[in-house]
Nanobody
């Protein structure tokens, strides 16, 4: 089992940057695909980015590609999401999760509690 704790959310202006962190504890982090998902008010949770266990392969949703960067430090058991050029539509609660692909859809297994990101225009 893996426990995940996100941090780094906050209120920023459009065009600003923010870095989210996800600290993992428990067993199996090194073998797990890690991901970030988000959920805006009134909307379903959606995939943002995933990173494979060695950190060399990443995937992004079209809406964040070229603006967000996912990375991981396996020695620290931490996953990061660097968010640049933030837009008001990026406003959401961001969740860290261990990730699995089912069909062509990324989904989470273990979830953190979420961290709020609000982008003002």
């Amino acid at each position: 089992q893996v426990q995940l704790v996100e941090s780094g959310g906050g209120l920023v202006q459009a065009g600003d940057s923010l870095r989210l962190s996800c600290a993992a504890s428990g067993r199996g982090f090194l073998t797990r695909i890690m991901g970030w998902f988000r959920q805006a008010p009134g909307k379903e949770r959606e995939f943002v980015a995933t990173i494979l266990n060695l950190g060399r392969t990443t995937y992004y949703s079209d809406s964040v590609k070229d603006r967000f960067t996912i990375s991981r430090d396996n020695a620290k058991k931490t996953v990061y999401l660097q968010m640049n050029s933030l837009k008001p539509e990026d406003t959401a609660t961001y969740y860290c999760a261990t990730a699995t692909m089912i069909g062509s859809t990324w989904t989470g297994d273990y979830w953190g509690q979420g961290t709020q990101v609000t982008v003002s225009s």
